[in-house]
């Protein structure tokens, strides 16, 4: 047994752009069988407009590159042994401040 779930329909608005980022007309060439999907989304709410869930998509997806970047240098940082003793050092340095505030 299949079960779809789908949110509330959209709020359909046109989309205005702002003179800090402005809209940008362009075109894509998308399979088949994803542009349907998307249509099919649309017309059930999920988004406003075949463009509106395209950009949803396509800054989710940026967010997800900006992060693996993040992570990939915190990853690199935990690998560096100069930079893990810098902030041993200065956890200790912070150490004499745990107790500050609390009536001891």
């Given at each position: ?7 509330a ?46 950009e949803e998509?396509v ?9 693996a ?36």
């Amino acid at each position: 047994m299949t079960t779809t779930v789908l949110t509330a329909p959209a709020i359909r608005r046109r989309r205005t752009a702002s003179a800090a980022d402005p809209l940008k007309k362009v075109t894509v060439h998308l399979h088949e069988s994803v542009s349907t999907a998307i249509m099919r989304m649309v017309s059930h709410g999920v988004a406003a407009s075949q463009a509106a869930f395209i950009e949803e998509a396509v800054i989710a997806h940026l967010r997800e590159i900006r992060r693996a970047k993040v992570y990939a240098a915190y990853v690199e940082a935990a690998a560096d042994p100069t930079f893990m003793a810098e902030m041993a050092a200065a956890t200790t340095a912070f150490d004499v401040t745990v107790a500050d505030g609390c009536d001891a």
